[in-house]
């Protein structure tokens, strides 16, 4: 009995050992099939992935392909040159018993409608154009073309402007500080300045005595009949002007330049279905100027001073070793009292551009203050002062100008 039960014993703990090993092996075989589908799964959606991927890949290329073959040209809008217009009229008063006098008389006047077009020919060259029109008639400002880099650092402008006689004479008129161009410039250069056809070459030279010097060499017909012989020429004017600057420190820069001018104002050609053969004769010009400007940082808006001068000298040779020898000089203090507000006074100095000069001189007080009402248009009150021994008498004017304009460019300078 004893042994019935001993072998019966055993053979229970056989068959639950089997039963066990059975069992492990059963779960070791599903465990090794749960873990092949699994590999299955993560090997599809790597693969899915890595499918979508070279998709991506795909368009973008072809993306990329089909911009570059769909630029090169310019849209139309692009082609179309910006165009911008000004208007400067004014309100004057003639300050004597009869408000008037020979050159002038109290009244409105319309001084000037400018179209100015500009545009960017290509990547390498871009056009300007200013053109007049007033009352009196039509006015061919200026017209050129430069070419941006013709040499490393030099570049080469082409066509009619306005030239760059110390600073103030390249601007326009209606951009300048005050209604009017200083007196000594418009009694040396001419009522018009100089503004004539021919060839600047502006290089940005190495500093050499300041932080940056610019050198502007230009070679012009000689059509300003003042200093010149006007349009019948053989040999052009040629005008060389050198500009220093010099930062001062963070909110103060100093800029000083020095001109020199030599043309001829003999006439050499046919006048009148005739020749005109004269002997070569002269003319030299001279000029320097001075620009000190402070702008606070981060306050510039609101906050400014300059202050500009120029000197002017000219030798005009005429017939029978004959001379005008003329010079003059103006200074000017601005300060900008807010973002709107601006306020300053001028004072000119000149002979009067003749033979016998010596002794002779005018002289110009000219307070002005300015209000911009945006960056388009601006009003300015202005009055003149002008005495010497060379006029009748005293004059006093007052003028109100207005300036608007209408288009990207607004008061351009030139």
Do not use: C
């Amino acid at each position: 009995m004893k042994r019935i039960f001993l072998f019966s014993f055993f053979l229970a703990i056989f068959v639950a050992v089997q039963v066990k090993a059975q069992d492990s092996t059963k779960i070791k075989q599903l465990e090794e099939r749960v873990k092949k589908l699994e590999e299955k799964v993560e090997q599809s959606e790597l693969q899915k992935l890595i499918s979508e991927a070279e998709k991506v890949s795909t368009e973008k290329k072809a993306t990329k392909k089909f911009k570059v073959f769909k630029s090169g040209q310019r849209s139309q809008q692009a082609i179309n040159p910006e165009i911008s217009v000004t208007g400067d009229q004014y309100f004057q008063y003639v300050a004597n018993k009869r408000n008037y006098r020979e050159d002038a008389r109290t009244g409105g006047y319309f001084r000037t409608l400018g179209l100015h077009i500009q545009s960017n020919l290509d990547p390498y060259s871009f056009a300007k154009v200013a053109l007049e029109f007033s009352p009196e008639g039509f006015g061919f400002g200026e017209a050129y073309m430069t070419w941006a880099d013709f040499l490393p650092k030099i570049s080469l402008t082409v066509g009619k402007f306005r030239q760059q006689f110390g600073v103030v004479n390249r601007w326009h008129v209606h951009s300048l500080d005050q209604f009017d161009f200083p007196l000594p410039l418009t009694t040396i250069l001419g009522e018009e300045g100089l503004n004539q056809i021919g060839l600047s070459f502006d290089w940005l030279m190495p500093s050499v005595t300041a932080d940056a010097n610019e050198l502007t060499v230009q070679f012009t017909n000689g059509q300003n009949e003042h200093l010149f012989s006007g349009n019948m020429f053989l040999f052009p004017t040629a005008l060389v002007h050198l500009k220093n600057y010099y930062d001062l420190n963070r909110n103060t820069y100093l800029e000083f330049g020095l001109t020199g001018m030599l043309g001829m104002n003999n006439l050499k050609g046919y006048s009148n279905g005739k020749e005109v053969y004269e002997p070569t004769r002269w003319t030299k010009l001279a000029g320097a100027d001075l620009t000190l400007s402070w702008e606070p940082v981060n306050q510039a808006l609101y906050e400014g001073f300059t202050w500009r001068s120029e000197f002017y000298y000219a030798d005009k040779e005429l017939p029978a070793d004959a001379h005008i020898k003329a010079f003059g000089a103006y200074t000017y203090f601005e300060y900008k009292l807010s973002e709107q507000w601006q306020a300053g006074i001028r004072f000119d100095y000149t002979q009067p551009f003749e033979q016998f000069n010596s002794g002779k001189y005018l002289y110009q007080f000219v307070p002005y203050v300015t209000w911009w009402q945006s960056h388009w248009v601006k009003l300015r009150l202005q009055y003149n002062y002008l005495d010497g021994n060379s006029i009748a008498g005293e004059q006093n004017t007052i003028r109100l100008q207005l300036v608007w304009a209408a288009g990207p460019h607004k008061h351009e300078r030139y």
